[in-house]
């Protein structure tokens, strides 16, 4: 792997791992919720984990890949990784309010 790969992995690495603390988080916060909020919080929840582990696949897709391969599912994955910074920026919104 060279040297610009291993260093985006780890970059993705990292940001998986602090979407997984905010996910136990909001799901702390969603179980201690109000009854008409605990059931649409939870949901939330759920998505945003969906959504994790989609490009936690993407992550390993990529680590997995040839140098051939390897740009073209890097682009695939950029979009991916923009997609769930909203939606874990929405996230964010709804569990602060």
Known sequence: MTEKRKSYSETLEKQLSEWSAEIKQFR???EGAKAELKVE???LVDS???KH???QGKLKELNAATN???ESLKTSAEASWQDVKK???NAATKFSN
């Open 68 to 70: 051939e391969t390897w």
């Open 28 to 30: 702390t916060k969603a």
């Open 87 to 89: 939606i874990f920026a």
């Open 41 to 43: 919080q939870g949901k």
């Open 53 to 55: 582990d989609e490009v």
């Open 48 to 50: 945003l984990q969906v």
